[in-house]
């Protein structure tokens, strides 16, 4: 009765990603791209730019692991075949005549297939960064737990360092202040996954990827299809922000009415003072640039 | 009659650009950060900043493509004949006792022959990038064409994140949103030079320095005599785009009415429709920013 | 009478970090951390994000010269000992009850002997960086006194660039423009330190280490006694301006001038005279940023 069970999830992490998931993976970035304002102004009358940017979405977790092992950032670039697909589909999406790309993109299901093969790219990503991170690093496993991240989460920051050269700042972009929910999966399953590698986690490799994998794609086919904003992590979080950090609002509103009255010892009390309403007036800024 | 023609372009291409060129180079940088609004008052606050400024404007192409290859950014430091010609200049023109240097390179025809001079630098760092990264990845040609773009033009990007830590944000700061002309005229001698160092193009290297130096300095010199801003590129560029990309206007308006109405998937429609008329409310910031 | 000395400045110069030392820098760095507006609420609401800030603030200075050394980045997360010191210290100095700890910390004398140790980290981490630079670029003297440099004061350019990435930017957070007064004393040992390993300074190393150390304390002790903001450098900088860069105001006043009205060969004198007004209007800026 085991068998099949460890046939099929053998067979499933054996899948290559090559042509297929990466394709839905490359039009997922593209389209979050695209669907960002101005950007098709921007592909047009610039579109080298908009080829750089959407490299960035494509390959940014790769980008982002490479920086934080101090390898090239350019070596995604000698993977040509993956540079060629993902430059043909970015080519398709932008300046396919008539619109016909985002036009069926705009079709429910083909969003939920595109969007769930995605998440499978994200297990293999994770892993590699995992593998790659053990490299160097024989059991540095905090180090394999940040590029496991990083490489299956961390395009986010990438693009957003991007928003920040290019000058329109996007006050959401920073995935530190309040992670965003896959963000937020992708760690979960960097630290599953490095536990399994250094033999904590009694599981098989492929076991774990199948059973990962089935976990992303249903949470992220029921997020779109509910369009909720990923209320499904809060009570587990609750529950360890509780157990870890105790009993959490009085204990939040004591420490920061004392943040505010503090007297500092380095003179930055004037400023803390100054800035103590800072958050609702930078509210007021973004909204001014928003609207 | 072909030999004169090969001594010559050989004899040109084995030119040392140690003393006088590179002089030319950093003269022409230096100068640029003194015309920048309160680089002279900085100068005379903290010395040590204009100072790491002026090394910054001076050596940032070499600095980006260490960055790019995962070299110790601070390799240029080693070169210490280098650093010690490129302080003398940036201290004899900023601290030169009644600004004689200044008003000396305010004259035409010194400008003229140090710009001139800074564009032969150009050529020989688009060389010296494209071998440096074909030492690296072997048949990485979009890395070299990378690589030696970054070498040849990517001190503009350095030091706009310079000006961005430095908190005086430049929007027009940015290369990709909006490429200057000597950045695509750099971009196109990097992609000749790789493929001339691939063989896919038939001449000989001495032969395309050469030749690219000449256009170079004609284009440089003609646009600082005529004060036009580089529209040499501009019907080419026309072209190129046109036969890339199809008919542009109604194209664009078309996608870009879809881009505003189109429903996203992932939630970020709000802010898309909310950001529609980010540009004006950006462009009006940043007038203000700078009235 | 010279052996007792000799023993002294030996023992001095083998003690050990580890403990005490490093505890007293990750204290008084999440303190500071701590002190800043909403940090507090930042701990509460994502206890990650603030986490990883706390790290870049004890870290800072081997992050950066790492990024300056081309190595990964993420090689402190590899020390497990001293992440789980300081991740405990981070969890007691925010989510202690009742806020034990910031109370305790608000007593000056404790003040003054977290301050005064972490300053005699800051002699190790000076040398450490010198002797790894050194092991890079054999007499690259210019690199051992920036990278001693950035281990010992480099901190603040990373905790600036978080600052920049997590949207809430700071203008004074920048180091270049103004340096604060630790990292002008930190640029002087580093200075020292490299001419003692390239011989260039007739001093012992541990001699060298323990008078550095016991001029960084009594400073450090005094300017935090005495609510001063570091005059103590002034009028020795004073004497190295007017030495190097002559009679500085009428010399200023000039130049400055000129820089008003110069004509800019690249276009930049528009944008120049525009924005010649900048610095008040950035300056009411950052005023509206923070009321």
Chains 1, 2, 3 share one sequence.
């Not at 697909?85 to 079709?107: H, K, M, N, T």
């Not at 009694?202 to 904003?229: E, G, R, W």
């Not at 803390?272 to 930078?282: I, L, V």
Request: hydrophobic fraction near 45%.
């Amino acid at each position: 009765m085991e068998y099949p069970w460890d046939d099929l999830t053998l067979a499933f992490s054996r899948t290559s990603m090559f042509p297929f998931f990466d394709i839905a993976h490359y039009l997922v970035s593209v389209m979050a791209l695209k669907q960002r304002p101005g950007a098709v102004a921007a592909a047009w009358s610039n579109p080298l730019s908009s080829w750089l940017s959407a490299m960035l979405h494509c390959f940014g977790g790769g980008i982002l692991s490479c920086i934080l092992l101090a390898e090239p950032p350019l070596k995604f670039l000698t993977n040509h075949t993956n540079i060629l697909l993902a430059s043909s589909i970015w080519y398709i999406v932008f300046f396919c005549p008539r619109d016909l790309v985002s036009q069926g993109y705009s079709y429910q299901p083909i969003q939920l297939l595109a969007a769930g093969m995605k998440e499978v790219t994200r297990t293999w990503k994770i892993v590699g960064g995992v593998a790659h991170a053990n490299g160097y690093y024989r059991n540095g496993w905090i180090v394999m737990i940040a590029v496991g991240w990083a490489r299956g989460a961390g395009g986010a920051i990438i693009t957003a360092c991007e928003q920040l050269l290019k000058g329109d700042w996007k006050p959401e972009g920073d995935e530190w202040l309040k992670m965003s929910f896959p963000c937020k999966v992708t760690l979960l399953g960097s630290i599953m996954f490095t536990f399994q590698h250094t033999r904590h986690l009694a599981i098989s490799k492929h076991d774990l990827m199948f059973l990962y994998t089935i976990f992303l794609v249903t949470i992220k086919v029921t997020m779109m299809m509910t369009k909720d904003a990923a209320v499904t992590l809060t009570p587990f979080e609750d529950t360890l922000t509780r157990m870890l950090f105790g009993r959490q609002q009085q204990q939040f509103s004591l420490s920061e009415k004392k943040a505010e009255v503090k007297p500092s010892s380095n003179g930055s009390a004037s400023s803390a003072s100054k800035r103590g309403t800072e958050p609702p007036s930078s509210a007021k800024r973004h909204a001014k640039k928003e609207d």
